[in-house]
């Protein structure tokens, strides 16, 4: 896709606006970690890996010109600020520890040394979140038939990763074999990235795609019209258990009853071994305005109780295989996931 | 509730325009037939006991000033425009059929004597819906514990009746029973129905609702926050198939798992014996612009292909019960609808 979705340019971090897409391509640029932290927040950029790297790259701006005590606090800082924005996604905790391992091994650098450092690191994240996907996609690829008519729900496209992205990553790369796709996508309320982002990147592909209701996916489901479901995650438990974006777990269970596979591209920077299950995910409460309002005009009554959360739990049992940069886990997946992000 | 959802009134036909609601409460007031179709076409009016009683009185207007055969041509007329604006509710055909027997039953009258005659037709088509709302209320509230917690969507509510609702009209009816019932309504995309009209009126009456995306109905249910699901229908065929809003059969399937009652409120007027099962109601397919465009701003990229089916099929075996004003229907449904349809 022709569009990055974050870069580090002079000093700065870019990001396209995916609150403006697709109706406008606006670029933002950040040099302070938290205005970095308030695009998480406010959801200019989105996507477990698309955070994890913004965060890495917010904290390289948060130590610039400073070293030794300084440095820590503002990285401590940086740190709690960038972590809290969104919950549920583990790619942020993980992007942000792995910076301060970097962090503590290189404290006895002046000012400019570590700062290039951590700048440095900030970067090797999103290549190796770049490489990854585009490794995930090739070991996805051998999962899909030709012709394959595949149901996404959300975006887990290049918008929501470094790029290339990971369930459409799994797409790309069966189409560059010459395998021939098309996608159903659901427009995933209330943000709608399916609609917006999904349907954006592909067509931007020439990737056949379809936007229903999320409401419809059962619909096409029963149709017997879809050979498989892809969907991302924001974090997958040590069991196979999988956080995704809220309506991910009905499309699992429709799934199940229509013998569709139900895949999760998960890198590993999403799988978080420390989490037995899903249980233990926590899973964010987003503001009631986003079902409530539409382009800031009133769609329900006012004052009106929502309950809007931005996640759901896919329990392992139904979830057929995930896809990783370093193969397929089948189930029983506390052990193939174990094997899998075991340090090599 | 206060506001009347369609209305007889000095020989012409008035509806409050639930497009605009909850920002604004337009009424609309029809002379001409032709305004009527075009009324329900474009969801000034919706539901399927009320665009019966739209259609009856379609059928009344269209007929005013004429007799004979210059009536004949205009009945004939007007009862295929308005039985093709939307093909999944039986009520539509329902509705005109019978202001067809009365009309035939009527055709030696002179026209202001006809005209009176199909008028109190179309009045009596009306009262007779808010009647059977009202039984069908209590037969259903019967079902209901207290506290209960009653998951709904679309809106089968006064908005999509004569007025007291089927699905609504059992909560209606709990809570004047005395019973403590909150409701978690589906927004219920593309038209929005539970979130601005299903909201509405609940609040309206002071029944406690809180409002989600359909993607998270399946959080709701899992988490063991409802205790049974009601909606309505706009066709049940004789086996106790139901065609509903699209999103209905999904629910069904995720109620079916975590356990939860799943009850559809049906007044006879949307049960169709000629219908053997759900293979053959027909699904309308409405404009892609309702998934595109929100406010007539574009919310996907142009041109992108859209699947946007109206309505979708439960079928009999996930649906618990059916609520009719003549008492609960249970399975096996052929038996216990056509013991409930028949004439008495």
């Known amino acids: 896709m022709a569009v990055k979705t974050i870069e580090w340019r002079a ?23 938290r205005r970095v932290a308030e695009a998480i927040r406010t959801m200019v950029i989105r996507g477990a890996p698309a955070i994890g790297v913004a965060a890495a790259m917010g904290v390289a701006l948060a130590i610039r010109g400073t070293s030794g005590q300084r440095a820590r606090a503002r990285f401590e800082r940086a740190a709690n600020l960038l972590k809290a924005t969104r919950p549920t996604a583990v ?11 970097v962090f503590e091994a290189s404290l ?17 994240i999103y290549q190796e979140d770049l490489a990854a ?5 090739r070991h996805g690829a051998a999962l899909l038939t030709s012709p394959a008519s595949v149901l996404t729900h959300c975006n887990a496209g290049a918008l929501a ?10 797409i790309r790369a069966a189409c560059e074999d010459g395998k021939e796709v098309r996608v159903f996508a659901d427009e995933t309320r209330p943000f ?30 029963r149709a017997g019209q879809v050979d ?23 499309l699992a269970v429709l799934a199940r009853r229509h013998h569709v596979p139900f895949y999760v591209a998960a890198p590993l920077s999403s799988i978080d071994l420390e989490c037995a299950n899903g249980d233990q995910i926590p899973i964010e409460q987003r503001p009631s305005t ?6 800031g005009k009133p769609i329900a009554p006012k004052g009106v109780e929502v309950f809007n959360p931005a996640f759901d739990v896919t329990p392992a049992e139904l979830v057929t295989a995930i896809i990783t940069e370093r193969g397929i886990a089948y189930p029983p997946f506390d052990e193939s996931l174990a094997t899998l992000k075991r340090p090599r």
Not at 162 to 170: N, Q, S, W
Not at 290 to 295: K, N, P, S, V
Request: net charge positive.
């Open 11 to 33: 000093g700065s971090v870019r990001m396209i606006d995916q609150r403006l897409l697709p109706g406008r391509e606006v670029i933002r640029t950040y040099r302070d970690y």
């Open 91 to 101: 790619n942020l905790a993980w992007a942000v520890d792995r910076m301060g391992r």
């Open 108 to 124: 006895a650098l002046d000012a400019a040394h570590l700062y290039r450092r951590m700048r440095d690191e900030a970067i090797a």
């Open 133 to 137: 996907n585009r490794m995930l996609g």
């Open 161 to 170: 990763t470094a790029g290339y992205g990971t369930a459409l990553g799994v």
């Open 192 to 221: 709608l990235q399916g609609s917006r982002l999904t349907a954006w990147e592909l067509r931007k592909d020439r990737i056949p795609v379809t936007i229903i209701a999320d409401s419809m996916a059962a619909s096409v489901l």
């Open 228 to 250: 498989c479901v892809i969907v991302g995650t924001d974090r997958t438990a040590a069991n196979g258990d999988v956080a995704n974006k809220v309506g991910t777990y009905p």
């Open 290 to 295: 986003e079902l409530t309002e539409f382009g």
